[in-house]
């Protein structure tokens, strides 16, 4: 089993930066692909960026695409989001979740679903 605790989550104004980051215990993440998800309230749960196990595929959705960066460091087990520039419309809870692919390739899975282990969020506001 894998846990999956972030941090970093907070209130800043609108242009601000947080960087969230997403420990790992239990296993390593080696062999885990692991994204960053947000869900704002009355909205679904989306996919925002994805690493994939090895570091060198990376998924970013159009509306973060250049100002949000994700990065891993698996030997500290921790995959991070670099978020810049934030706006209002980027509010919401962030979780970071992993999915182990031993045999499917170095990819980033896109459907939530697939997702089998969750951290339980961080809250991030932006004000105007």
């Known amino acids: 089993q894998v846990q999956l605790v972030e941090s970093g989550g907070g209130s800043v104004q609108a242009g601000g930066s947080l960087r969230l980051s997403c420990v790992a215990s239990g296993r390593t993440l080696s062999r885990y692909a692991v994204s960053w998800f947000r869900q704002a309230p009355g909205k679904e749960r989306e996919l925002v960026a994805g690493i994939s196990w090895s570091g060198t595929k990376t998924y970013y959705a159009d509306s973060v695409r250049g100002q949000f960066t994700i990065s891993r460091d698996n030997a500290r087990n921790t995959v991070y989001l670099q978020m810049s520039s934030l706006k209002p419309e980027d509010a919401g809870i962030y979780y970071c979740?992993?999915?182990?692919?031993?045999?499917?390739?170095?990819?980033?899975?896109?459907?939530?679903?697939?997702?089998?282990?969750w951290g339980q969020g961080t809250q991030v506001t932006v004000s105007s």
């Open positions: 979740a992993a999915r182990y692919l031993p045999f499917s390739g170095d990819s980033v899975p896109l459907e939530v679903t697939t997702y089998a282990y």
